[in-house]
């Protein structure tokens, strides 16, 4: 009765969230500009009642929002930074709304506010049921480079948490019992001397040489790492005119493998190309580390406390609005591509919009392809993520298609499974009622195996200064 109780208060007051998750949906902010998202959640917590702390880790739109005291402690995880160029209005036809512009292509107008959403519901119950503990809301800028999290872990902000939960939009409803990958993000730059490129070609070296003899060097090594490594780059300065030699030129690469002691041996291998292309092209060369997530630790005892709460939360239906608009998205996308992702955890799918409740195990030791800033977080305390359906199948993140759905009514109703899911957990946790908390913590333990948490950005790399953000109102 007492969960019936909980999941009655959140389906009374969906309007409110859906209302916030559109509102920042419709102002899209990119990695450390998050001022608008920001503040309206730290505004929307305060007037809950939570105990708000600012600029965590030096980053001015991080945020925790805290309620209650003792233990246990659990946090929710949020985001909301949007991606650049992927602008789009709730159409089936690609239509951007700014044209160039930002979208949640990735859907972090859902994320982070499926978790004001439980923890406001939360502290609602544990009011009402007397339940001694502290929940906390972390307010995560920058997923999308992975370095919001590495920044607040860094200063300390996880430390004394028993646990946390999160949760992606996806196209399935999944506990995801899978580790994601490491990944740095690191950018190099070369300089040159710059001369006349038709008059005197003998008195350039160019800078912009040495980024492409970096990237085929970059490109052999791909035959030489392990499986499921990834190796990408894009160029960010090629020069200013061709008839100039170019003094100065940069290259952008993320580096992905299964641990972050494998992304390491990758990254001592990659500066050493950097610098043989400098020594061949008498250039210079320096470089700067962007991010360094973790691999993410799965928690098993934590994804099957929240397995059961989710199948417990899903009870919803599809309209046919909803099912014709799911149709049309779908149709603008390569069925090959739809096919794939009908067949990605080898689940048999009937319709594009899947309510089934899944169990997302390990497969065979490898990682999934992805990498996320939550993966620092899972080496500091036992982290559990589930995935729901908040886009239909074939819709691929990161992609037009994905910004229309998540600021569609198939979003929000993937985003309200989520945050009752999580809640359901939490509440779960709190009162430890089977010993999950211990038992995830002895899990826990058992993963790390005794390595203790640094954070892979530097101590003197600082976060990205951003002038929006000085609209934050400290509260």
Sequence with gaps: MSKKMLLDWMDSNQAIFTEIAQKIWENPEVAYEEAFASELQMKILKEAGFTIKPNIGGIQTAFIAEYGSGKPIIGILGE?????????????????????????????????????????????????????GTIRYYGCPAEEVLSGKTYMARAGAFDDLD??????????NIVFNMSMQAMVSIKFHFKGTTSHAAAAPHAGRSALDAVELMNIGANYMREHVLDGT????????????????????????YLRAATKEQVEDMLVRIRKIAKGAALMTETEVDSEILAFA??????HV?????????????????????????????????????????????ASTEGL??????????????????????????????????????APTGVQL??????????????????????????????????????????????????????????GIPDEVEPPVNKRTDLIRML
């Design 80 to 132: 909301f930074d949007a991606l650049p160029g992927l602008s789009q209005t709730v159409s089936t036809k690609h239509h951007e709304a700014i044209p160039n512009g930002p979208g949640h292509g990735c859907g972090h107008n859902l994320l982070g506010t499926a978790g004001v959403e439980a923890v406001i519901a939360l502290k609602n119950k544990m009011e009402s049921d007397h339940i001694s």
């Design 163 to 172: 646990c946390a939960l999160t949760w992606h939009p996806g196209t399935s």
């Design 230 to 253: 990834r190796i990408h780059y894009v160029i960010t300065n090629g020069g200013l005119a061709p008839n100039i030699v170019p003094d100065r030129a940069s290259v952008w690469y």
């Design 294 to 299: 973790y691999e993410t630790l799965p928690n």
């Design 302 to 346: 934590l994804n099957e406390v929240m397995f059961e709460n989710l199948k417990m939360a899903n009870s919803f239906e599809y309209t046919e609005t909803e099912k014709l608009f799911a149709q049309e998205l779908v149709d603008t996308i390569d069925p090959t591509i739809v096919k794939m992702s009908k067949n990605l955890f080898g």
């Design 353 to 390: 919009l899947r309510t089934e409740s899944e169990f997302n195990n390990q497969i065979h030791g490898k990682s999934s392809a992805g990498s996320s800033d939550v993966g620092d977080v899972s080496w500091i305390t036992p982290v559990a993520q589930v995935m729901t359906t908040c």
């Design 398 to 455: 990161h992609s037009w298609q994905a910004t229309a759905s998540f600021g569609s009514s198939i979003g929000f109703k993937g985003m309200h499974l989520a945050a009752k899911t999580m809640a359901l957990t939490a509440y779960d946790l709190l009162q430890n009622k089977d010993n999950s908390l211990n038992k995830a913590k002895e899990e826990f333990k058992a993963s790390t195996n005794g390595k203790l948490y640094t954070a």
